[in-house]
């Protein structure tokens, strides 16, 4: 068509991603129009305040009160790359533990400097404005191709960066912190519209998007609606009218799996966790357990047992969990321990006494934990890891999460374990037979206990008892702890002037034979106390600390959506005091390459958990009673009781926990 002498075209379109309708276009416009027609143009006439929200849209507060208004463009920046915490401050240190937040664009396709305004009650309206701006550059990329001898910013990424200016503001208004892997996407079904009157040029210098806000909703699926205007150097050239965009759940593997074949960490230098979730080209060399309606139990859907879409671990079972519910996860990589599952006997979903799951996992030639321990065998708190994951997974296989219309936590209760071998790096593998020998519930709260034998290459390596509850969330509101007394109590702040820094590698602990493990797997940050002479046995008492950092990398490992300390590691704390304590008691001395055990092989260990290390706590406090020592025909040792502190919360105690300094490297099998 023609109007006034400027053609028109006009166009409808939709476009289909693998047969799937993913965009309509209707009442599409375009022109041509001379240079000075474009340089006359008048941009986008509205105003706000002309056009007011109904009252059909939810308006709800904020989930975390933000104490900035404003955003520079290092904050911005550490945003796009993965930080929230850096970007926003108190208030989303949680987000540090993250495995994937939810992410605005990055690199070339970030479209935002900075944000100089963000009030959730601002705007004509009361109900929210942000105001983001973005310098332009005659080298910026999109020139290049749109259009040769012609160049314009595309509009679409003016709606882009529009739609970058709403995902920030939700993520501002804390929707991001307790979403782990969710993703931003437009609301489909919802039509909205655009209108562009002005353009950007190599000649143009700043582009500002402002958000007005219609309405929001805080979830299950946090929606935010808004009109959304867009200037260059101060002319109004884009409006979307009635633009929506939302939070949705997503799963870190579904993007990761097709990356990269599958990886190991091999050292303590952080190995990117997308690398860690790569599947491409894996093949399963074993038979593995196939389920009655032919779902495999391999390596792929251990994986999404920790990271992926429920349904892709377990099958059509846990096709609820597929949404905005949360379901028990294995361990992720780093700290995931199995390769595959061999056979399982017992109906899925029966949560039966009786069931039996056979597990492997295959030892790596090389691995983190292996370079860590300066024993270079595997250390106690991964031995536990190999031990306890299978249990997890078979009560998740029994169904028992699925009883409960609330989402449950699963966390380790109690265990005895005996361990009578080693691993090293000459194992091949290590096969797990988990039995569920007891369940009991009372309301939301399930009780389950299993019995476990370990083997490595066929040769015994451990075993144990267990029992693991399912909780709902509100269940650790109020983290109770173990029952102590209040002399117990009083000894966390004993006065001591031996204090030891072992964040500086003192060469004495971290240097030489034996010493302490290095920096990923040490869990102690310094020693505040040692009493030769004291404790309940006259033996020794120690005691040490650890800072809780949100961002450690065991958070991100253990578990997704739900960070919390391994209880393994808080063991391996006590062990590493235990070592130190040999260490400082020079129990080393005149043996002939001397290295720690992983643990006092023969003896019966127990431990008791009645509370949680997240995030949110700041430290760890480890008291621990030397109550047996001596030497044996292969070398000194020394048994230990210890409790372990979330803050001032006793939330760990371990009884009968030995080391043993011994001569030589460990065995290869």
Not at 59 to 88: I, K, M, Y
Request: charged content about 25%; aromatic content about 10%; proline content about 8%.
């Amino acid at each position: 068509a023609e109007a006034g002498g400027v053609r028109l075209a006009f166009f409808h379109y939709d476009c289909y991603v693998d047969g799937e309708l993913r965009l309509s276009v209707r009442e599409g416009q375009a022109g041509f129009f001379t240079p000075a027609e474009l340089a006359a143009g008048g941009g986008v006439r509205w105003d706000p305040a002309e056009h007011p929200p109904g009252d059909d849209l939810p308006f709800d507060p904020p989930a975390v009160r933000c104490e900035r208004t404003s955003f520079g463009t290092d904050r911005v920046r550490a945003l796009a790359q993965g930080s929230p915490a850096e970007c926003f401050g108190p208030g989303w240190e949680a987000t540090a533990a993250h495995v994937r937040t939810p992410l605005l664009d990055g690199e070339r396709l970030r479209l935002l400097d900075e944000v100089t305004v963000f009030d959730p009650v601002g705007g004509p309206w009361g109900r929210g404005y942000l105001r983001a701006e973005t310098a332009v550059s005659p080298d910026d990329w999109f020139f290049t191709g749109h259009f040769k001898n012609d160049p314009c910013m595309p509009g679409t990424l003016m709606l882009q960066g529009g739609l970058q200016a709403m995902a920030f503001y939700l993520t501002a208004s804390g929707h991001t912190v307790d979403r782990d892997g969710w993703r931003f996407e437009p609301v489909d079904t919802q039509p909205s519209r655009a209108k562009c009157r002005g353009q950007a040029t190599p000649e143009s210098r700043r582009i500002v998007y402002e958000v007005f806000v219609r309405g929001v909703s805080a979830g299950p699926v946090p929606t935010l609606h808004a009109d959304v205007l867009g200037s260059v150097d101060g002319r109004k050239a884009f409006l979307g009218r009635g633009m929506a965009l939302r939070l949705v759940p997503d799963w870190p593997l579904s993007q990761w799996r097709v990356l990269g074949p599958p990886a190991v960490q091999e050292d303590g230098a952080p190995v990117p966790l997308p690398r860690l979730g790569g599947l491409s080209g894996h093949r399963e060399e074993k038979a593995v357990a196939v389920a009655a309606d032919g779902f495999r139990f391999d390596y792929a859907s251990l994986l999404a047992c920790a990271w992926g879409r429920p349904s892709e671990a377990f099958g059509t079972m846990y096709e609820p969990f597929d949404g905005t519910r949360r379901v028990a996860r294995l361990p992720g990589p780093p700290y995931h321990f199995m390769s595959r599952i061999v056979s399982v006997d017992g109906v899925q979903g029966g949560m039966r006494e009786g069931s039996v799951v056979v597990a492997e996992y295959d030892v790596p030639e090389r691995a983190w934990y292996f370079e860590q321990n300066p024993s270079r065998c595997m250390p106690l708190a991964v031995l536990m890891e190999v031990a306890l994951q299978p249990c997890g997974w078979l009560a998740s296989y029994a169904g028992s999460a699925t009883t409960s219309e609330q989402d449950l936590l699963f966390r380790n209760l109690d265990g005895v374990k005996t361990v009578t071998g080693e691993v090293t790096a000459g194992t091949r593998a290590i096969r797990t037979r988990a039995e569920l020998t007891r369940v009991s519930r009372s309301g939301d709260m399930i009780i389950e206990s299993f019995r476990v034998v370990c083997t490595a290459d066929g040769v015994p390596l451990a075993e144990l008892t267990t029992v693991f509850g399912y909780f709902p969330r509100s269940a650790f509101d109020d983290q109770q702890g173990l029952p102590v007394p209040a002399e117990e109590r009083a000894r966390l702040d004993e006065p001591c002037d031996r204090v030891v820094d072992l964040t500086a590698r003192p060469a004495r602990y971290c240097a030489g034979e034996p010493r302490l493990p290095g920096r990923m797997l040490l869990m102690l940050d310094r020693v505040t106390g040692s009493w030769p002479e004291g404790g309940s046995a006259g033996l020794g008492r120690l005691r040490s600390e650890k800072d809780v950092r949100p961002d450690a990398w065991f958070f991100r490992a253990h578990f997704f959506q739900d960070p919390v300390q391994p209880g393994s590691l808080g063991v391996e704390a006590m062990c590493q005091l235990l070592q130190y304590h040999l260490i400082e008691g020079g129990a080393a001395d005149g043996i002939v390459h001397p290295r720690f055990d992983p643990v006092l092989p023969g003896r019966e260990t127990v431990w008791t958990y009645r509370g949680q290390i997240t995030p949110a706590n700041r430290l760890i406090r480890v008291d621990m009673d030397i109550v047996e020592s001596g030497t044996d025909a292969r070398g000194p040792y020394a048994v230990a009781d210890a409790t372990l502190w979330g803050d001032d919360t006793c939330i760990y105690r371990v009884r009968g926990l030995g080391m043993r300094v011994v001569s030589g490297p460990p065995p290869v099998r």
